[in-house]
């Protein structure tokens, strides 16, 4: 890994305009991704995972680690039960993923128990990658506060987390919480505020879309020059402002030439201002 802040892309997954995966168009963003920041989220929560069978999860895990690297991608596993999960996190395994991550169950709701037995299965099912536990409680309907978190690391062997939604403005509380473990934070708005508050990297939808803005921030908070950071993280607090849907990312990336803005899920595509304004720092990208 490189040192300093990190940050991972948490990748949109792209569907042709009939619904179908586009291997093709999901090869391009991951080599434009890989080349440009730390490393791939790949069939998170931006990756539209529900709508995903567990043949196209696997293909696109195969995708992020030929072109980014076993070290450089995170295969997010995670499902409603620990079964499926267990299975995903072996047969990810066997792709040569050595970092896995796993939302916590959903839908029903869970015991603190039930929490760390969900997470023990899917270790014994893989118990040699790095594992990490995806806490969204505006999505799972499952909060896991940061001492449950500790405890339920420590009994399961995770490495780390992801925190998003409301836990990500607990982050401090995690990593007081978990001493020595990676909290990843899904608010992407300021990544240097992020490291600052002890995460060990930012898991941006946004970077994947503008990943030429939050390579250069990176850059400059890495190179300790404030001047150029400030100017960068003004671009994108612009990008922040046009929203984080999957519908204005997919918008963005296909003005980019990069797929479809085609979703399985019911996202929010840009209405007229908002999509004026997506074009508008497009265009800005270097190079386009």
């Known amino acids: 890994m490189r040192p300093g802040t990190v940050v991972f892309s948490a990748v ?28 791939l989220f790949v069939t998170g929560t931006t990756g539209e995972f529900p709508a995903l069978d567990d043949a196209e999860r696997l293909s696109l895990a195969e995708l992020a680690l ?61 118990p040699d990658p790095q594992c990490y536990a995806y806490i969204f409680p505006e999505r799972t309907g499952v909060p896991v506060p940061p001492p449950l978190f500790a405890q339920m690391a420590a009994a399961a062997g995770l490495a780390g987390a992801k925190v998003s939604g409301s836990a990500a403005a607990e982050l401090p509380g995690y990593v007081a919480a978990a001493p020595g473990l990676a909290l990843f934070t899904g ?4 990544p240097a505020a ?76 840009p209405g007229p201002d908002v999509a004026a304004a997506i074009a508008a720092e497009v265009r800005a990208l270097p190079g386009l």
């Open 12 to 39: 949109p997954t792209l569907f042709g305009s009939d619904g179908e995966l586009d291997l093709d168009a999901n090869r391009s963003l991951h080599k434009l991704l890989a080349g440009l920041l730390d490393g």
């Open 66 to 126: 030929a072109e980014a690297g076993p070290d450089r991608v995170i295969v997010h596993v995670g499902a409603a039960d620990a079964r499926r999960a267990a299975r995903l996190a072996r047969a990810a395994v066997a792709l040569g993923a050595t970092r896995i991550a796993a939302i916590t169950p959903y839908y029903l709701p869970a015991r603190p128990d039930e929490l760390t037995g969900h997470y023990r299965r899917i270790r014994d099912a893989a």
């Open 187 to 190: 608010n992407d708005a300021d």
């Open 194 to 269: 992020a490291m600052r508050a002890g995460a060990a990297g930012v898991i941006s939808g946004r970077s994947a879309a503008y990943p030429e803005v939050y390579a250069a921030l990176i850059a400059a908070v890495r190179a300790g020059d404030a001047v150029r950071a400030g100017a960068h993280q003004q671009a994108v607090d612009r990008i922040v402002a046009t929203g984080a849907s999957i519908g204005r990312l997919k918008h963005a990336l296909q003005l980019r030439g990069l797929g479809t803005a085609t979703a399985r899920m019911t996202v929010d595509p």
